[in-house]
């Protein structure tokens, strides 16, 4: 019952360095998301899915892009990191948005220096 | 366009007390769906509830209990008798059930229960 799993959970780059998030789900899910939360803006969304091989801009797309490849993994990617990019990253999925609530990962926390 | 406005920063009760979290939301959307997420201080995401705009009965689980009403556009959320494990960062949510099928959060209540 593994349900969301995120990799890494913490991770510290360099300004100008680039890394990928990995979000991971065994729920068969078709809907997957990428959220950033940071203090007193709740969460934002980055980029989603509605299926294995589309993806979609959300509200604070700039500088991420993303892929999903495979039905179960939903990839965010910092092509090159900046430190207004510090953040806690949350990836979500959900069988259907309206039957239901989303099922979170833990959550990555990044910070850019 | 749609927006979810939770007042309250931060709320300090003392145990057992009874506390109510405000949520009011903005959509032109007939069908919608709301949501109460809690985010305890190791940081998860956990799903509390689920309304459809349909449905404004009110719904209790335990000692939550949560109000719906469409005539103010209010989903509150009460805890009867709080305990110090249910301090925590709780967000309301909303999605629209039409094309760009997204939640919009709110930007969360921290409640903390004092023993």
């Known amino acids: 019952n593994a349900g969301v799993t995120q990799t890494p959970k913490f991770r510290v780059l360099k300004t100008g360095q680039s890394m990928t998030l990995l979000c991971a789900q065994d729920m068969n899910h078709e809907y997957m998301y990428w959220y950033r939360q940071d203090p007193g803006m709740g969460l934002r969304l980055i980029h989603y899915?509605?299926?294995?091989?589309?993806?979609a801009k959300g509200e604070v797309p700039d500088g991420y892009n993303v892929s999903r490849l495979k039905k179960q993994n939903f990839l965010l990617g910092l092509e090159s990191a900046a430190p207004s990019q510090t953040s806690v990253y949350f990836c979500?999925?959900?069988?259907?948005?309206?039957?239901?609530?989303?099922?979170f990962g833990s959550g990555t926390r990044l910070t850019v220096v | 366009a749609q927006k979810v406005t939770q007042a309250q920063t931060e709320i300090s009760v003392v145990e057992k007390e009874d506390v109510t979290l405000d949520c009011v939301y903005e959509t032109r959307d007939t069908t919608y769906y709301l949501f109460w997420y809690k985010q305890p201080p190791s940081g998860e995401l956990v799903f509390l509830i689920r309304?459809?705009?349909?449905?404004?009965q009110n719904e209790i689980s335990g000692r939550y209990s949560w109000n719906f009403q469409k005539s103010t556009s209010s989903f509150n959320f009460t805890i009867t008798a709080s305990q110090v494990v249910d301090s925590a960062v709780y967000f309301c949510?909303?999605?629209?059930?039409?094309?760009?099928?997204?939640?919009?959060f709110g930007t969360g209540t921290k409640l903390q229960v004092i023993p």
């Open positions: 979500a999925s959900s069988y259907n948005t309206g039957s239901g609530g989303y099922t």
């Open positions: 899915s509605v299926g294995e091989g589309t993806t």
């Open positions: 309304r459809n705009s349909f449905d404004e």
């Open positions: 949510a909303l999605l629209n059930s039409g094309g760009y099928q997204k939640v919009t």
